[in-house]
């Protein structure tokens, strides 16, 4: 599986099921626009109150390991990137 280092903005956010993901713009996440954001995979332990602003949504800087989705693999689910997930070492709170 290859693997990459980056630093991507967008807007990340919680849904209802648990599942965290970056979404392009608050717009995109508002519309539950899963596959051109990318799932993200926390690495880190979070604090309360950062726990609450993935609730209610942030933009942020996501620093972390990208990993694409392959073609020839099944994901469980509906609601995934198409793309790939970041494997989130540290999330930042930024401006949007």
């Given at each position: 599986m290859e693997a990459n280092?980056?630093?991507v903005r967008g807007y990340i956010l919680r849904d209802l099921f648990g599942a965290t993901y970056?979404?392009?713009g608050q717009e995109q996440?508002?519309?539950?626009?899963h596959e051109r954001g990318l799932d993200v995979v926390l690495k880190v332990k979070l604090s309360q109150d950062e726990e609450a602003d993935l609730t209610e949504g942030f933009?942020?800087?996501?620093e972390?390991?990208?990993?694409?989705?392959?073609p020839d693999r099944i994901y469980v689910g509906n609601f995934f990137s198409k793309t790939g997930a970041i494997h989130a070492k540290a999330v930042h709170h930024t401006s949007c």
């Open positions: 280092e980056v630093l970056l979404y392009v996440a508002e519309a539950y626009d933009c942020a800087l996501v972390g390991t990208f990993v694409a989705r392959k």
